[in-house]
């Protein structure tokens, strides 16, 4: 099975994200790569994707973002995917970060509606939880990532 990971990464907490992803897939034909090198020849062949990305705001990067508008209309067709993100969890948060956290939401949902107007079939998403606005990774995110990817690829 070919697969590729695909993420951005602001203050690395993404980036240990998708290591532990790569890490879960291996034995398969994984490749591993920021959001900003993606090409559409990068996913000639894949069997699955997954697309990772830090939550600013409720939002996905502006990598991905700009990812987004370089791919043509309908180009994921038939594509099968996962998005991520990394994010702030809810609890243990002061009242204002709290409601801003909970206000704005996560990264993922909207990265993946914008993967699903591109054509891509999304089969999962997750958010996995960092330690304040710059992280690190909370103890037993990555090994949850691993456990969510296993998961994942079983069922193709």
Not at 14 to 43: C, P
Not at 51 to 57: A, N, S, V
Not at 78 to 101: H, N, Y
């Amino acid at each position: 099975m070919r697969i590729l990971i695909v993420y951005d990464s602001v203050y690395g907490n993404t980036e240990k994200i998708a290591f532990a992803l790569r890490e879960a897939v291996a034995g398969h034909d994984e490749r591993l790569m920021r959001a900003s090198e993606l090409n559409l020849h990068d996913l000639e062949g894949a069997d699955l994707v997954f697309f990772g990305t830090p939550t600013h705001g409720g939002r996905y990067t502006e990598e991905f973002k700009e990812l987004l508008e370089r791919l043509p209309e309908g180009s994921l067709s038939g594509l099968d995917a996962a998005v991520f993100d990394t994010s702030m969890p809810e609890e243990g948060q002061g009242f204002i970060t709290k409601k801003v956290v909970k206000f704005f939401g996560h990264a993922s949902p909207k990265l993946a509606e914008a993967l699903e107007k591109k054509g891509a079939r999304i089969l999962a998403g997750e958010t996995f939880m960092v330690q304040g606005k710059e992280g690190p990774v909370l103890p037993g995110e990555t090994e949850r990532a691993k456990a969510w990817a296993e998961e994942i690829v079983s069922k193709l």
